[in-house]
């Protein structure tokens, strides 16, 4: 560490406060007839000691900097991420993975960790950094979350080279190909599985739709490949609850066979309606785990009609009324508040955007129909629902966003909890905020680094008639940055999609609910919550909530919510797919409450259709990143080229502190030790 004392004020004041000390300390011990008693050594000592005390304090009062250089040296890390899904054990070689590799890899980590720091991540799905031994489990494979997950997390840190041990398949997430432009340092694919084409006839996908209309006919597109089966005849069955619906016939007439085969069905029973497709399992097939798709279809009684006024254009508009008509079961319509003339009985759900000054009769509209209604982007803190805010005029905070843990209403998806914290800041009221009786905000605002317990997004329920308030400008900045980080707007879509389903939905008026949505894909954490009110129908936490879960087998689970601040919370963690019953029980003085429903888990296919390793995607990525392809025969070539790359090598990083003088602690210690010794002295000699 270098030091370097910087001094602003003129040179002969550094001598003015040396020939105060002086001054000071001849007057004190020399001038003073007192002293004539005390040893000369003694004087001499309390002389230097006032001497240098005064001189240090005096200094304190110039402008004088101590700047110092430190120097840090940051050692290269190699990440090793082993790609944790379930094709990479859909080959012969599964074995030889599961524990050759494994060992071998554990070597490799050991051998290149006495030059270089050494972290492991698994990714799947999902990216996660853990010690443990990979399950190969996970039903997705999304390889540019991985990079997108070591810039987010690394970003700061001095990596030299990124290890890859995978099979090339990528099924979820953008072309990794183009994510790994990006890197700044050398990438190492390890190839693993076989590249050969295999005899193989599949259900690549089927297009469905993922909601329909009582009455309504709805479409199913199955489409079908075959590899080598030239001349083969097989057979498309869809089956509806074990029962074949219809088939068809399809005759494979080349090595590279696709086909659709298209099914259409009425939608006559209100509810999720489960349907398999089959195709003929054929001899010398090697991978029959694609043979067989499910998929589901949520028939429900009409579409809910939603009406979106706006008081003046704005980016905000466009951005809610795409997430609401992504999710099929709404119909929205929009228009400007100053021209619309409409009765709105018709609508579920009325979405204002803008100032309120104008929308009072609109409000007031609502309330008299009993129609739900959201306020977005108030322009006035004004009697808003729900809350009051005491804002000064033309004040405003930029305001970020994270979630409110005791929110209970509905539940949001992890990954979105998580993208909260890392959206940009919006425009928000600056002042003292007061909720009323029964609001409930699910995202409060983080002034910096400090989060608060002013709202941005809350949910009242005043005299049965639900309503929300969004407080803040900018939610269309939401969406930019989901599409920017995911190059999609599913968690956008999700925030915006499960609050007008809340407030949408008919008000339930007994005296126990359950919120539980109808489906779940076999990778997602299932959620509930459950709310318990009394007679006077506020909301009570004190009776415990039990849930019984039944598989198709008929075997029972049992379970028991946990409690929030007003409402109640159930993690079921992940569910193998199928069909589940639930049944929930409380007691209310007395009073025995039950809540019965279901639950089906989606299957995800995803490894299972396509098992045949790409490697050429492994290999472009390690060209554009300066990097090489092995295999995983040839670990210990790998092992000798990251110890031999030049270009893997520590980083130091000079950083400069300058300190006012006044501020060093150990200058205060040193003149206190001045003070305390001349103090000690002084009084063992009276004269003095």
């Known amino acids: 560490m270098l030091s370097k004392i910087i001094v602003n004020s ?20 020399y001038t003073n007839k007192k002293n004539a008693d005390v040893p000369k050594n003694i004087t001499r000592l309390l002389f230097v000691l006032r001497f240098c005390s005064v001189s240090l304090i005096s200094l304190f009062l110039l402008s004088i900097f101590l700047k110092q250089l430190k120097n ?39 051998n290149i960790s006495k030059n270089f720091e050494v972290k492991a991540l698994l990714f799947g799905n999902k990216t996660s950094s853990s010690k443990e031994t990979p399950s190969f489990n996970e039903k997705e494979t999304d390889i540019s979350n991985l990079l997108s997950e070591i810039e987010n997390n690394f970003s700061d840190q001095n990596i030299g080279a990124l290890v890859i041990v995978s ?14 432009e990006k890197l700044n340092y050398p990438l190492y694919p390890v190839a693993i599985g076989d590249t050969s084409e295999i005899k193989d006839l599949a259900i690549q996908k089927i297009n469905h739709n993922q909601v329909a209309y009582l009455g309504n006919i709805f479409p199913a597109e199955v489409i079908v490949t075959a590899k080598n089966f030239t001349g083969k005849d097989v057979v498309v069955s869809l089956f509806q609850n074990q029962a074949e619906k219809a088939k ?13 085969s298209n099914f259409t069905f009425n939608a006559n029973t209100v509810g999720v309606s489960k349907y398999t497709v089959r195709v003929t399992v054929l001899e010398e097939e090697k991978n029959t785990l694609n043979n067989q798709q499910s998929f589901v279809v949520d028939v429900i009684d009409n579409k809910e009609k939603v009406l979106l006024l706006a008081t003046a254009p704005h980016p905000d508009i466009a951005a809610i009324k795409d997430a609401i008509i992504n999710s099929t079961s709404y119909e929205v319509e929009y228009g400007l508040a100053s021209e619309f003339k409409k009765p709105l009985k018709q ?14 009769p609109i409000i007031n509209d609502c309330k008299i129909n009993s129609i739900p209604f959201w306020i977005i982007n108030p322009t006035s803190s004004e009697n808003l629902q729900g809350i009051k805010i005491n804002s000064a005029l033309n004040r405003f905070n930029d305001a970020e966003a994270f979630i409110n843990p005791s929110f209970g209403l509905f539940t949001i998806s992890d990954e979105l909890k998580k993208f909260m914290k890392e959206l940009p800041a919006i425009k928000t009221f600056f002042g003292n905020y007061v909720m009323g009786n029964g609001t409930n905000a699910l995202i409060d605002q983080r002034i910096g680094v400090v989060e608060t317990d002013n709202p941005i997004l809350i949910f009242s329920e005043i005299n049965g008639l639900k309503n929300s308030v969004f ?45 539980a949505p109808k489906t779940f894909n076999e990778n997602e954490t299932i959620e509930l919550g459950a709310e318990v009110y009394n007679k006077s129908y506020e909301l009570i936490t004190e009776p415990d909530v039990a849930l019984t879960l039944s598989n198709t087998e008929g075997k029972k689970f049992n379970y028991t919510f946990s409690k929030t601040s007003n409402a109640y919370k159930l993690n079921l963690g992940l569910l193998p797919f199928g069909e589940y019953k639930y049944e929930a029980k409380v007691k209310v003085n007395g009073e025995l409450f039950v809540k019965q429903g279901s639950i089906l888990v989606k299957e995800i296919v995803s490894e299972k259709i396509n098992t045949v390793a790409n490697h050429q995607v492994l ?12 295999y995983k025969d040839q670990l210990e070539l790998l092992e000798t080229e990251i110890l031999k790359n030049e270009q893997i090598k520590p980083i130091t990083y000079s950083q400069n502190n300058t300190t006012l003088l006044i501020d060093l602690k ?22 003095i």
């Open 10 to 29: 003129p040179w002969y004041f550094f001598l003015l406060s040396l020939f105060l000390g002086l001054v000071v300390a001849l007057l004190l011990y």
């Open 72 to 110: 840090e040296t940051q050692n290269p890390i190699i990440l090793i991420a082993i790609d944790n899904s379930s094709s990479m054990v859909m080959q012969k070689d599964s074995l030889e993975i599961k524990k050759d590799l494994l060992a071998k890899l554990e070597t490799l980590k050991k």
């Open 167 to 180: 099979d090339g398949i990528y099924n979820k997430g953008s072309n990794p190909i183009y994510a790994s």
């Open 248 to 260: 068809q016939t399809l005759k494979i007439n080349s090595d590279n066979f696709l086909a659709t």
């Open 347 to 360: 609508y579920s759900l009325i979405i204002l955007h803008g100032a309120l000054t104008n929308q009072n």
């Open 471 to 515: 407080i803040g400008d900018g939610l269309w900045k939401w969406k930019m940055r989901d599409f920017a980080e995911h190059t999609n707007t599913n968690l956008f879509n999700e925030l915006i999609g499960k609050s007008v389903q809340y407030l949408s939905v008919k008000s339930d008026k007994s005296f126990f609910r359950i919120i």
């Open 619 to 630: 290999n472009a990525m390690a060209k554009r990143t300066g990097g090489k392809l092995f």
């Open 666 to 687: 150990w200058l205060f210690w040193l003149i206190l030790i001045f003070l305390s010794i001349e103090w000690y002295f002084r009084k063992r000699y009276a004269s």
